[in-house]
T-cell receptor, first 114, second 118 residues
Framework: KNQVEQSPQSLIILEGKNCTLQ??????????LRWYKQDTGRGPVSLTI?????NTKSNGRYTATLDADTKQSSLHITASQLSDSASYIC?????????????FGRGTQLTVWP | EADIYQTPRYLVIGTGKKITLECSQT?????MYWYQQDPGMELHLIHY???????EKGDLSSESTVSRIRTEHFPLTLESARPSHTSQYLC?????????????????FGPGTRLTVT
């Protein structure tokens, strides 16, 4: 069964600290993995997209890694800011259909305290 | 910032009413999607469209219907709202489909409609 599991479910850190969010998936055949940021009451916004051949990609203070062999990804946030408080969603796309099915994790709810 | 819009942003309505959630995008994208999301849960695809006059049901069974008469417009309709329809509805669009041999393209999401049926 194609699944995307994220951990931790929620995380609280102090402003300025770093944190790492985890994503494990069983989606096959794999096409790409995305990390989205979703603010409360808003739609998700893309942070990074990685294909099979990419094992790291950065977007400002966000750095995503991908290990396609172990089917794991992480999102590292450096020098956290209050505006980083949001849900971070891991999404994996398969290559098994013309739709390019997306499998969504439940997200990690990050709260940054001053 | 993606050019995809949803109205209304919030809707509280009584059981049995007919409602239409609007979604429009100005990016000329062929593919459009509707997702349903409950608090703390993952997004579930309920409808999608490859282009004008194309509509397909997604993975999550839904009593809603959709139409795609114009490229930029993808409204979702509930003929008779029930409390079980209370949820957040997210619309998205992308430039090209993804699949074997194709380059993947980003899905852009609208801000969502929070629907509450009393």
């Amino acid at each position: 069964k194609n699944q995307v599991e994220q951990s931790p479910q929620s995380l609280i850190i102090l402003e300025g600290k770093n944190c790492t969010l985890q994503c494990n998936y069983t989606v096959s055949p794999f096409s790409n993995l995305r990390w989205y940021k979703q603010d409360t009451g808003r739609g998700p916004v893309s942070l990074t997209i990685m294909t099979f051949s990419e094992n790291t990609k950065s977007n400002g203070r966000y750095t995503a890694t991908l290990d396609a062999d172990t089917k794991q990804s992480s999102l590292h946030i450096t020098a956290s800011q209050l505006s980083d408080s949001a849900s971070y969603i891991c999404v994996v796309s398969d290559r098994g259909s013309t739709l390019g099915r997306l499998y969504f994790g439940r997200g990690t709810q990050l709260t940054v305290w001053p | 910032e993606a050019d995809i819009y949803q109205t209304p942003r919030y809707l509280v309505i009584g059981t049995g009413k007919k409602i239409t959630l609007e979604c429009s995008q100005t990016m000329g994208h062929d593919k459009m999607y509707w997702y349903q999301q409950d608090p703390g849960m993952e997004l579930h695809l309920i409808h999608y469209s490859y282009g004008v006059n194309s509509t397909e049901k997604g993975d999550l069974s839904s009593e809603s219907t959709v139409s795609r008469i114009r490229t930029e417009h993808f409204p979702l309709t509930l003929e008779s709202a029930r409390p079980s329809h209370t949820s957040q509805y997210l619309c998205a669009s992308s430039e090209l489909g993804e699949g074997e041999g194709r380059k993947s393209y980003e899905q852009y999401f609208g801000p969502g409609t929070r629907l509450t049926v009393t």
